[in-house]
Nanobody, 120 residues
Framework: QVQLVESGGGLVQPGGSLRLSCATS????????MGWYRQAPGKERELVAH???????NYAEYMKGRFTISRDNAKNTVYLQMNSLKPEDTAVYYC??????????????WGRGTQVTVSS
């Protein structure tokens, strides 16, 4: 059973920073890619950033320059460093992991989410 456990959310003032962590229950190398998504109240879940097993990254356009995704293979953990936070960044942030089987089937796993609130 794959488990993804997010941490690091909280309340921060506009312009502040947070670092989210996502720890996997198994080897991070068992996933082809891992990423962060977010969902604000009344809105659909959206991609924030993802990183492949080879370290290639991809960001939502409006995140570039403020957020950085990284991974620590030794700790089986993926991070999301968020800087210059804005009130519109308020959302539940979810960790996602994807595993592609030899058959081509893609398995997707989700964490339970961590709340990020940006407010003065």
């Amino acid at each position: 059973q794959v488990q993804l456990v997010e941490s690091g959310g909280g309340l921060v003032q506009p312009g502040g920073s947070l670092r989210l962590s996502c720890a996997t229950s198994g080897s991070i190398f068992s996933f082809n890619a891992m990423g962060w998504y977010r969902q604000a109240p009344g809105k659909e879940r959206e991609l924030v950033a993802h990183i492949t097993s080879s370290g290639n990254t991809n960001y939502a356009e409006y995140m570039k320059g403020r957020f950085t995704i990284s991974r620590d293979n030794a700790k089986n953990t993926v991070y999301l460093q968020m800087n210059s936070l804005k009130p519109e960044d308020t959302a539940v942030y979810y960790c996602q992991a994807r595993r592609t089987l030899s058959s081509g089937t893609v398995l997707t796993y989700w964490g339970r989410g961590t709340q990020v609130t940006v407010s003065s």
